[in-house]
């Protein structure tokens, strides 16, 4: 394989790390793209934008079905028309339901600050538990070490006594 060759083959590879001029012009493009797509977007209604969690645009209502009809009814200038506001209003009413539904429903889950407090807490107190068990088995061995020692005296004592 010639050295032009090699070096070709290092440009294709896709294991081979870019340089820093790569990377500075590739983070330069990523910018410019997005800066584009703000500005297209800045102009666009509501429904036609994509968002990270909305990949499909909205679809509008005059074309949905309602009881089994297919409705084509076009809004009027200055507001909804009959069927679009039929839609708000049980869209409206589906809302207030799920509002005294939550209300009834299970309490508020604890936030994750709260959570990491509790662990905190449980953690410190059973570090805490530990030192003190630490400090009462050492405390203990001390005072066996002691009695020990004590009785060690004793016996030399009861030897020397009934030596003399």
Do not use: C
């Amino acid at each position: 394989m010639h050295e032009g060759d090699r070096m070709k083959a290092n440009m294709i590879s896709p294991f081979r790390l870019p340089t820093d001029d790569e990377v500075f012009v590739y983070r330069e493009t990523e910018k410019q793209k997005k800066l584009q797509d703000k500005k297209l977007n800045r102009d666009l209604k509501i429904w036609d934008k994509k968002t990270t969690t909305l990949r499909q645009p909205l679809k509008l209502f005059k074309n949905t079905e309602v009881d089994g009809a297919e409705t084509h009814e076009k809004p009027r200038a200055n507001g909804y028309s009959n069927r679009d506001r039929q839609l708000i209003a049980r869209a409206l009413d589906v809302v207030k339901e799920r509002e005294k539904n939550r209300e009834h429903g299970p309490k508020k889950k604890e936030g994750i600050v709260e959570l990491v407090d509790q662990k905190k807490e449980m953690f410190l107190v059973e570090m805490t538990v530990g030192i003190i068990d630490n400090e009462i088995k050492r405390l203990k061995e001390i005072s066996d070490d002691k009695r020990n020692a004590l009785e060690g005296s004793k016996r030399m004592l009861d030897a020397d006594k009934e030596h003399f």
